[in-house]
């Protein structure tokens, strides 16, 4: 398989090994800059957890729940989550690269400040998840739910909004400037005109945004 996703982003893989080790999180000790290196961890519960500067490094979670869990600062690095329960997780300031979120629930996830670099969210349920001042390039929302996310002040290098759900998403302070939204779903959206300058949009679109900012159309 290449290492190259198919996308007009050319968003790179997470990186994995053929084999990876067998890890229950659920009953580690997890403290304070925690490693952990080419694991998987599958059908687990991992809860009331809070350690800064965690390290996860080559693994791959399927059907993992993380309940009242922060890790702040945190860094991933050729990371696949599948089919997890993200919902609340505190990722505040953390560094991702190479990650993915395939048919995951982030609702309420929390990434403020974080830097995503290479970062698929493909089919996840993402409501009032927080991107507030994150620094995104190469970052791809596929089919994703992001019903009233905040993406307050969030710095976009090629970011791409592909059949997603914004509505009442708030972009104030975030450049959508060659960003496409032409094919998202949303009546209304917390951005300025001067955040929209650039942003690519359908007509029916365009209607609506004459309407949110009271322009009127003269015939």
């Known amino acids: 398989m290449s290492n190259t996703e198919k996308s007009p982003l050319k968003i790179i893989r997470p990186k994995l090994p053929h084999q990876l080790n067998t890890l229950d999180l659920s009953s580690a000790m997890i403290d304070d800059r925690t490693e ?14 809070t350690a800064e500067k965690v390290l996860f490094d080559q ?7 993380f309940s009242q869990v922060s890790f702040p600062s945190a860094e991933l690095t050729d990371v ?3 089919h997890c329960d993200l919902s609340n997780v505190d990722f505040n300031e953390a560094v991702l690269h190479r990650v993915r979120f395939e048919h ?4 309420g996830m929390d990434l403020t400040a974080a830097t995503l670099r290479n970062i698929v969210f493909q089919d996840c349920a993402g409501d009032y998840a927080t991107f507030r001042f994150s620094n995104m390039k190469q970052v791809s929302f596929e089919n994703c739910s992001l019903l ?6 969030s710095e976009f290098t090629k970011v ?11 972009f104030s302070g975030a450049s959508l400037k060659g960003i496409d939204l032409s094919n998202n779903e949303f ?30 159309i003269k015939e």
């Not at 952990?36 to 957890?49: A, L, N």
């Not at 693994?59 to 729940?65: A, E, I, L, P």
């Open 104 to 107: 995951c629930k982030i609702i």
């Open 59 to 65: 693994m791959q979670f399927s059907h993992v729940t």
């Open 80 to 82: 696949v989550f599948t």
């Open 148 to 153: 009233k996310s905040d993406f307050y002040h």
């Open 36 to 49: 952990w290196i080419q694991s998987v961890c599958e059908e687990q519960e991992i809860s009331y957890v």
């Open 187 to 216: 009546f209304n959206l917390g951005a300025t005109l001067e955040d929209l300058q650039g942003c690519i949009i359908s007509p029916a679109q365009a209607i609506l945004f004459t309407k949110i900012f009271g322009l009127v």
């Open 160 to 170: 791409e909004f592909d059949r997603c759900m914004l509505n009442e998403s708030q």
